[in-house]
């Protein structure tokens, strides 16, 4: 059983930075897919940026050019660097990876944005 967890949320003012990291429990070698995604208050959750095993990156439209998502596999670590964040970015972020097709779930750290 692989474990998440994401660490990093917290308040900040809107045009300010965050890094969320997300530390998987073994190997992220063999995992074939890992993804950030959010909940914002009173809506369902969606997705903000995928990262493949082979390095190839998407996003949301709502945060290209803002949120970089990146992995380390030697941390076992993978990170959201999100710029230049606005009032809408406030919501539960959560990290999810996929392998051998069984998709695994962070229990999601809060990120406020407010001035």
């Known amino acids: 059983q692989m474990q998440l967890v994401e660490s990093g949320g917290g308040l900040v003012q809107p045009g300010g930075s965050l890094r969320l990291s997300c530390v998987v429990s073994g190997s992220i070698n063999s995992i074939n897919a890992m993804g950030w995604h959010r909940r914002p208050p009173g809506k369902q959750r969606e997705l903000v940026a995928v990262?493949?095993?082979?390095?190839?990156?998407n996003y949301a439209n709502s945060v290209k050019g803002r949120f970089t998502i990146s992995r380390d596999n030697a941390k076992n670590t993978m990170y959201l660097q999100m710029n230049s964040l606005q009032f809408e970015d406030t919501a539960v972020y959560y990290c999810s990876a996929v392998k051998d097709s069984v998709e695994y779930w962070g229990q999601g750290t809060q990120v406020t944005v407010s001035s």
């Open positions: 990262i493949t095993s082979g390095g190839s990156t």
